[in-house]
């Protein structure tokens, strides 16, 4: 008996993937390849992600996997590198032999390594948001999870201009592949938009003054920063650059501007004042101070589990939605190869995970909805969820 996609409750109650066991003695595990930038500069979504991911296979695992399958997390940490991350799809592909890969987490690497998995035919399941990552001619393998860049972007673009009124911005990234391409697609967004791109810079993460950049932007009279990078070093820096100038302009944009680290990075909380990020109405509290219910029983499964004091609810939420829809798939099949994996997620439809609703054809592979992406205060967050940003 395949299980039905209605009967699956993702991250908040696995077990639905479980099956009495079928000869659990000597059945393959489902082996994910998991390519997780747990070190480096831009560590902090991968960690969180990495909880998700590890719940997600603890509670299949614990209920006797998927029709007696174990799920096994091959983990290789990539520390953000694009180089590592290609021999680490190498390893995972050749050595390890995984039936699926989720990651990269950065859109960097992705854009290294995705290639790869198409020729490899390798089922990909991702949460980067360069828009070019999808695309199901060149990548019929690969399929994403959050939102692409174009609607984060709209999110952040639409509140600048609209509820800030801000017309003159700066608009920040790093130096990686995502910081490049994210700024060049958000300076024409806003200049389509009617907005005027006063300053734009690529900033390394590892930068230690970044007070030249910031000066840079005010003398052109920006009224809003814009910025897109997961380094939550750097996040922190501008922060402590703009407190210093006395500077009393907004900062907008990346997720990561709401981790739990950059807490501990700040010269003063008040720093952290009039910052609003990408945020998601799945991991967002109403006027109630409530979160969605399946978001909430989610959360308590969560508790003594896993801490979300330094991290954000949507990446533990995404990382364990992406083990269950790997498993949902191969249960659902009744196989784990690539043709069998991909068939399926090709016919899902709303399939409810914690951080969205899911849908793919086999011709769309952006599966997360646009009206999930919401703005939300910074320095707000409460068991890795946040309040909305105001207006």
């Known amino acids: 008996m395949q299980i039905q996609r209605r009967n699956v409750l993702a991250g908040a109650g696995a077990m639905a993937l479980a099956r009495p066991a079928l000869a659990q003695g000597n059945a393959e595990p489902i082996r994910i390849g998991w390519l997780a930038a747990l070190t480096g500069p831009s560590s902090a979504p991968a960690v969180g992600f990495d909880r998700g991911v590890q719940f997600a296979a603890a509670v299949i695992n614990s209920a006797g996997g998927v029709k007696g399958r174990k799920v096994e997390i091959v983990t290789r940490d990539t520390q ?31 854009l290294a390594v995705t290639p790869l998995m198409a020729r490899a035919k390798m089922p990909n399941i991702h949460p980067c948001v360069v828009d070019s990552l999808i695309d199901t001619v060149k990548y019929p393998n690969a399929f994403r999870i959050a939102p692409s860049n174009g609607q984060w972007d709209d999110a952040v673009r639409h509140y600048t201009i609209k509820t800030l009124g801000a017309k003159d911005v700066a608009v920040f990234g790093d130096t990686t592949g995502y910081g490049t391409t994210a700024v060049a697609a958000s300076v024409s967004a806003f200049g389509k938009d009617g907005a005027k791109v006063v300053y734009q810079s690529q900033i390394d993460s590892a930068q230690p003054d970044v007070s030249p950049d910031m000066l840079r932007a005010r003398d052109a009279g920006a009224k809003a920063i814009v910025v897109w990078t997961v380094a939550v070093g750097l996040l922190s820096r501008l922060m402590n650059a703009r407190a210093s100038m006395g500077w009393d302009v ?27 990020m990408v945020g998601y109405r799945s ?19 969560l508790k003594g589990k896993v801490d979300l004091a330094d991290t954000l609810l949507w990446w533990v939420a995404c990382g364990s939605d992406a083990v269950n829809l790997v498993g949902s798939a191969v249960g659902a099949a009744g196989d784990s190869s690539a043709a069998a994996i991909i068939a399926d997620w090709n016919k899902t439809r709303d399939y409810p995970g914690v951080f969205g609703d899911y849908s793919f054809t086999a011709s769309e592979h952006n599966g ?8 939300s205060q910074a320095n707000s967050q409460k068991d890795g969820a946040f309040t909305l940003a105001p207006g």
């Open 80 to 110: 953000g590198d694009p180089t590592k991350a290609v021999n680490a799809v190498q390893d995972l592909i050749s050595r390890a032999k995984v039936h699926a890969v989720w990651g990269p987490t950065n859109s960097g690497e992705s």
């Open 250 to 276: 907004p900062i907008l944009g990346h997720p990561s501007l709401g981790s739990g680290e950059i807490r501990g990075l700040l010269d003063k909380p008040a720093n952290w004042d009039k910052v609003y």
């Open 283 to 301: 991991c967002s509290f109403d006027s109630a101070g409530k979160l969605p219910a399946r978001s909430q029983e989610f959360l308590s499964k």
């Open 368 to 375: 997360y909805p646009q009206d999930g992406v919401v703005m």
